[in-house]
């Protein structure tokens, strides 16, 4: 099994590009995560999913969008790239209380 | 909120020491996780601790869950441990599960 893969491993953006931030589990989870990864501090929720067709704000959503039409993909949007959005990206997926995390998307917006 | 504090921050030594790093957290929880992440890798789940202890080859992890607190060790450390270990607790938010994570203490492993 592949576990949770996320595309692309790494990314420069102009400031005001918008991009996709692919993630994807063969898991059958039914919940999904994004969260980002600034240094010196913890993993911040960015949304969630419950399930396909199911989604919600984290701690830190303003500046994504994110969709959940299979229970496989959760995709992440930034639709007008700025330089605070610099981070590295982890997505992640849980059947209930563990978690299987993909190996992360290190994005620079300059 | 739940918080949670690791330590230490920062912890080098010797191949073969004995490590300890320490996690608290502020309120109740469903489940505690350590984590691993490499340089530039991703992250990986060691453990996940409701109660007691659990061992996995030379990594074994402890929960107190009276006194809110956490302890991941390594026995006859080795330089391929170098790595952060990030402490999370899990906690039922509107019914559903969140996780707050630590900081992270950074390992080195000297040869």
């Known amino acids: 099994n592949a576990g949770v893969t996320q595309t692309p491993k790494f990314r420069i953006l102009k400031i005001g590009q918008s991009m996709t931030l692919q993630c994807t589990q063969d898991?059958?989870?039914?919940?999904m995560y994004w969260y980002r990864q600034d240094p010196g501090m913890g993993l911040k929720l960015i949304y969630y999913?419950?399930?396909?067709?199911?989604?919600d704000k984290g701690e830190v959503p303003n500046g994504y969008n994110v969709s959940r039409s299979t229970t496989e993909d959760f995709p992440l949007r930034l639709e007008l790239a700025a330089p605070s959005q610099t981070s590295v990206y982890f997505c992640?997926?849980?059947?209930?209380?563990?978690?299987?995390f993909g190996s992360g998307t290190r994005l620079t917006v300059v | 909120k739940n918080e949670v504090e690791q330590s230490p921050q920062n912890l080098t030594a010797q191949e073969g020491e004995f490590i300890t790093i320490n996690c608290s957290y502020s309120v109740g929880i469903s489940a505690l996780h350590w984590l691993q992440q490499h340089p530039g890798g991703g992250i990986v789940s060691l453990f996940m601790?409701?109660?007691g202890k659990k061992k996995h080859g030379r990594l074994i992890a402890t929960i107190n869950i009276q006194e809110k607190h956490s302890s991941l060790h390594i026995t006859a450390s080795h330089p391929r441990d170098s790595a952060v270990y990030i402490c999370a607790v899990s906690f039922l938010v509107r019914g559903n599960e969140k996780l707050t994570f630590g900081t992270g203490t950074r390992l080195t492993i000297i040869p």
């Open positions: 601790l409701s109660s």
């Open positions: 898991m059958n989870h039914n919940y």
């Open positions: 992640a997926s849980s059947p209930d209380k563990s978690y299987t």
């Open positions: 999913s419950v399930g396909a067709g199911i989604t």
